[in-house]
């Protein structure tokens, strides 16, 4: 007879501990997904490095944990006192990561357009870029290949076409802020991988 309340006491902790092991394996999975969201999908600017948004995504997800887990876990316990404090904490902490993919996912579709906007305009740089300097490189880059453009700033971008030197790229600079796009040649010959890093977010064709 007393095998049938310590059978209910187990099977009650290992509910409550099922019920408080999510946030974890939450948290490995979104990051992944929250990864390719910034990526493919961001809320803001254009697209990004995976692996810089993979850091990211960890970064956000992590900050999730450390507030949300702590703060709605109080929450959660001043609702359901009979629960322990880890497993309230986990509870609230992994719907925090899930609230969060969901906002990232929210705000990638309402920047969509402009995205896409800002896709055409790279890829019209790109196009540019490439008739402008092969008017304007030396013979040693041509014909032209190993293309790499940065966008610096919102109207700026920094085109380079690699040559026998790979300390030195033939490098233009386009500017879309006027309704002719300003093209030049830039005299700092460094690659764009030298100047802005290979992760750099602003990073549009490799």
Request: with cysteine.
């Amino acid at each position: 007879m007393a095998e049938r309340p310590a059978m209910a006491v187990w099977r009650t902790r290992l509910r409550w501990r099922l019920s408080g092991a999510w946030q974890w394996p939450t948290f490995a999975v979104l990051t992944a997904v929250d990864a390719v969201v910034l990526a493919r999908l961001p809320f803001s600017g254009g697209r990004a490095n995976l692996l810089g948004c993979l850091l990211a995504a960890g970064l956000l997800n992590l900050m999730v944990i450390a507030v949300i887990s702590r703060l709605g876990g109080w929450l959660v316990r001043r609702r359901r006192p009979d629960l322990p404090r880890e497993i309230a904490a986990d509870q609230a902490g992994t719907i925090g990561l899930v609230a969060l993919c969901v906002l990232l996912v929210v705000g990638g579709l309402l920047h969509r357009p402009a995205l896409t906007a800002n896709d055409a305009l790279a890829a019209t740089v790109m196009r540019e870029a490439r008739v402008f300097a092969a008017h304007r490189a030396p013979a040693r880059y041509l014909p032209l290949h190993g293309s790499d453009t940065v966008q610096q700033g919102p109207d700026v971008f920094r085109t380079c076409f690699s040559g026998p030197d790979p300390r030195r790229d033939f490098c233009v600079f386009i500017r879309t802020d006027e309704p002719t796009l300003i093209k030049r040649v830039d005299p700092d010959q460094r690659p764009n991988a030298t100047i802005a890093g290979l992760d750099n977010p602003g990073r549009v064709d490799h």
